[in-house]
C-alpha cells in the first residue's frame, strides 16, 4: 500500500472515531438535559406549599438529588477537556491542508507578514521550536525579523546563524549592548519590509495555520489595520493548556487587561507613524503599542480572530505563569493606561486594584453631579422593599438622588403605611398603579415621570453595599458612547447572582459567572473586570434618561416580566451605544422574591414560554453569536468549551 493510501486510510478511521466520539457526546448531553429537566421540575416541586407540609417527601426528594450524578464529561479535568478539543477541532488533517494551501495559491495580492521577535540568552530547544514554528507555517509569504539583545550564551548566535543561512526569509541583526525588550524589538522592527507585523516572543510557538488566518482576515477585513486572536499556553511538559477565548473587540475590557497580547498583528506602516515600541515600558510594552495604535486609528480598526493562533509557554517567572511573576509589567500597564486616557482627555485614576493578581481598574471622574432617579417596583414585601429603600439611604454617599417607590397595588397594611411614612422623605415619591403586574409599563411610567437626567431601574429584592455604587454608575453612564451599566449582584451567601448577560446561553439569554466566590476572579479574570457586554440584568440597571426614551423604553407589549432588560440592551447596543458592567458596583440581590419563580403556576409558565419565543423569533441567530463571547465556547452554559466551536 502506498503511504497516500495509507495516510487516507488512517484519516478515514480518524474521523469515524471522531464522529463516534461525536455521538457519544450528543447522547451523553441528552441525558444530562433530561436529568437538568428533572431537578428543574424537583424543584418545583420542593417550592409548592404542599410539598413543604410534606417533610417524609423532602426525604425522598434528597434521596434522588443524590442519586442523580454530573454529567460524565464534567468528571474530566480541564485540560483532558481541552486536549480532546483540539484533537476534534483544532487539528488540521492532510486533506484539511493540502486544501488551505489551494486556498493559499489562489490569493491575490497575498500580504508579507513579517514575524518580528526579540531574544536574549533563549533556551536553545525554545529558541529553535519558535524559529521552527515559523517555518512550518502553511502560508509562505512571511519573514522573521530577529534582533539579539547581546546574548551571553553562545548557543543563541550559532542557532541564530544556522537558521539565517538556511532561510533567506529570516532576517537576523545582533545589537552591540543589552537594552531590553523595546529596544531589541524595535530593532527587529526595522529589519521588517512586510505589509503587517506579527509579535512572537523568543520562547512561544506559532500553530502551522496562523499566519494563513491572519492572512485570510487581512484579506476579509480591508479597512482593519490591527488584529488579535485567541491563545492558550504550553506547559513545561509542551502539551497545550489554559485557553484564552477572548470577545470580540471590547475597549472597556481591553482597560482593564490586555486583549492585544497574543497574537498581536499591526499594519507596519502605523506602528511606523506612532513611534513603535516605547522604552520604559517594558514587560507591558505590547500594551502601551496597541493603545497607541488605537488612538489613532480608532475602535473600527480592529479585527478579532476567534482563534487559537498562539502558544504562549509558561516557564517559571514568565508572565504565563501569572501577573504576580513580573510586578514591573502591572505597573508599566497601569502607567500606559493612565497617560492613554490623558491623552485623549479623560480624567480618571487608573490603578492595580488587586496587588499581586494583576487587576486593573479606571476609575473614571465625575464631571459634574446629575440628579439620578432610582426606579423601584413593588407590591407589598414591606420587609425587603424597606432593606432597600433604607440601604440607599443609609450606605449611598452620591448626593443628588430621589426614590420613586411604584406600587403596583399592594394590599398588606404594613407596607402602605410604610409607603405613606417614606414618602414624606424630600427625594422619595410613591406612584401608584393597581394593574395586573407588568414590570416594564410600570418602569415607564415612572420614567416619565422622574426628574433625574440619569435612570436606575432597580428590584426593591436588592440592598446597597458598596457605598459609592451609584457614583461608580453614573461616572460610567456619563461617559461618551456608553449606554446602559450594569452592576455587580451578589446572593445573600456572598457567591455571584449576576456578573453579566451572554446572550444565547441556555437559549435567549444569562447570567455570567453564577455562584461564583467572591475570591474567584472567572473565566481568565472577567468577574473581576469592567467590560462591555451585550446585556446587563434589570434588577440594577442605569441608563441617561435620554437614551431610555429615544428607544421607547422597556417593552410592555410583548415582555411583561421576562427578557425586558435584554431586549432594552439589544436594541441599545444595535442603536451604536456601548453596554457596560462593572464589578465597583455592589448590591445583594434576593432574585425573584418579589414575585416568585416562573414556573410557580401554569399561567406564569405559559406567560415565561411566550416571552422567550417572542425574543428568539425577533432576534434568530443573533442570539448564538454574542460578540462579548466566543463561538468556541458553549451556550449550554457559560465558558465551557462547545463540542463542536459555532461557525
Request: proline share 5%; aromatic share 8%.
Amino acid at each position: 500500500m502506498s503511504a497516500e493510501k495509507e495516510i487516507t486510510r488512517l484519516e478515514k478511521e480518524l474521523r469515524d472515531a471522531r464522529r463516534t466520539i461525536s455521538a457519544t457526546r450528543s447522547r451523553l448531553r441528552h441525558t444530562e438535559e433530561k436529568l437538568e429537566s428533572t431537578r428543574r421540575m424537583l424543584e418545583t416541586i420542593s417550592n409548592a406549599k404542599f410539598w413543604k407540609m410534606t417533610k417524609p417527601l423532602r426525604v425522598v426528594l434528597d434521596c434522588i438529588k443524590r442519586r442523580v450524578k454530573p454529567h460524565p464529561l464534567e468528571m474530566e479535568s480541564e485540560d483532558a477537556k481541552y486536549a480532546e478539543w483540539i484533537e476534534l477541532y483544532d487539528t488540521l488533517s492532510v486533506k484539511q491542508r493540502n486544501r488551505l494551501v489551494r486556498k493559499i495559491e489562489r490569493m491575490k495580492n497575498p500580504p508579507l507578514i513579517s514575524v518580528v521577535t526579540p531574544t536574549w540568552n533563549t533556551s536553545p530547544d525554545f529558541l529553535r521550536e519558535a524559529i521552527e514554528s515559523v517555518r512550518k507555517q502553511i502560508y509562505p509569504h512571511w519573514e522573521l525579523c530577529i534582533a539579539d539583545d547581546a546574548s551571553t550564551d553562545r548557543c543563541v548566535r550559532e542557532i541564530l546563524d544556522e537558521y539565517a543561512r538556511a532561510d533567506a526569509r529570516i532576517k537576523v541583526c545582533y545589537r552591540a549592548s543589552n537594552g531590553h525588550i523595546s529596544e531589541a524589538s524595535n530593532s527587529a522592527l526595522a529589519l521588517a519590509a512586510g505589509d503587517f507585523v506579527a509579535l512572537l516572543d523568543h520562547d512561544d510557538t506559532l500553530p502551522e495555520n496562523a499566519l494563513y488566518e491572519v492572512a485570510r482576515a487581512i484579506k476579509k477585513n480591508s479597512s482593519a489595520l490591527l488584529f488579535y486572536s485567541d491563545e492558550d499556553k504550553l506547559d513545561l511538559g509542551g502539551r497545550r493548556c489554559e485557553p484564552y477565548f477572548k470577545s470580540d473587540w471590547n475597549p472597556d475590557l481591553f482597560l482593564s487587561h490586555n486583549l492585544f497580547s497574543h497574537l498581536g498583528v499591526y499594519k507596519r506602516d502605523l506602528l511606523t507613524k506612532i513611534g513603535a515600541f516605547r522604552v520604559g515600558f517594558e514587560g507591558s510594552q505590547d500594551y502601551d503599542l496597541a493603545l497607541r495604535c488605537i488612538e489613532v486609528v480608532g475602535d473600527s480598526a480592529v479585527c478579532h480572530i476567534p482563534k487559537v493562533l498562539y502558544h504562549w509557554r509558561k516557564v517559571p517567572e514568565s508572565a504565563a505563569a501569572g501577573n504576580y511573576k513580573k510586578p514591573y509589567a502591572i505597573q508599566a500597564a497601569v502607567r500606559a493606561i493612565a497617560e492613554s486616557l490623558e491623552r485623549r482627555g479623560v480624567s480618571a485614576d487608573v490603578t492595580e486594584f488587586m496587588p499581586g493578581v494583576g487587576v486593573i481598574r479606571v476609575k473614571y471622574a465625575l464631571p459634574y453631579v446629575p440628579k439620578v432617579s432610582i426606579i423601584i417596583p413593588t407590591r407589598d414585601g414591606f420587609s425587603m422593599t424597606r432593606r432597600c429603600v433604607n440601604s440607599i439611604i443609609d450606605r449611598t454617599d452620591y448626593a443628588d438622588y430621589e426614590i420613586i417607590l411604584v406600587d403596583n397595588g399592594s394590599k398588606d397594611k404594613k407596607a402602605l403605611k410604610y409607603f405613606t411614612d417614606i414618602a414624606r422623605k424630600p427625594n422619595v415619591t410613591v406612584l401608584r398603579d393597581d394593574g395586573p403586574f407588568n414590570y416594564s409599563k410600570l418602569n415607564n411610567a415612572a420614567v416619565e415621570a422622574c426628574g433625574g437626567e440619569i435612570v436606575c431601574l432597580l428590584n426593591n429584592d436588592t440592598e446597597v453595599i458598596a457605598s459609592d455604587w451609584l457614583g461608580e454608575m453614573v461616572s460610567h453612564a456619563l461617559r461618551p458612547g456608553i449606554g446602559v451599566v450594569g452592576a455587580r449582584l451578589w446572593y445573600p451567601n456572598d457567591t455571584l447572582q449576576h456578573g453579566g448577560v451572554v446572550l444565547g446561553i441556555r437559549g435567549v439569554a444569562d447570567h455570567i459567572h453564577r455562584a461564583l466566590p467572591r475570591d474567584n476572579g472567572g473565566y481568565c479574570g472577567r468577574a473581576w473586570l469592567i467590560q462591555n457586554l451585550s446585556a446587563v440584568t434589570g434588577a440594577c440597571l442605569m441608563v441617561k434618561k435620554s437614551i431610555y426614551c429615544q428607544l421607547g423604553g422597556l417593552n410592555e407589549e410583548n415582555l411583561p416580566v421576562s427578557f425586558n432588560d435584554v431586549d432594552f440592551c439589544i436594541r441599545v447596543r444595535d442603536a451604536g451605544y456601548r453596554n457596560l458592567w462593572t464589578p465597583f458596583a455592589e448590591l445583594y440581590h434576593y432574585e425573584s422574591a418579589t414575585r416568585g419563580s416562573d414556573d410557580a403556576s401554569p399561567e406564569k409558565t405559559d406567560r415565561a414560554r411566550a416571552e422567550a419565543d417572542y425574543m428568539l423569533d425577533t432576534y434568530g441567530n443573533e442570539l448564538k453569536y454574542d460578540s462579548a463571547y466566543n463561538p468556541n465556547l458553549s451556550l449550554r452554559a457559560p465558558f465551557e468549551l462547545a463540542f463542536p466551536p459555532r461557525p
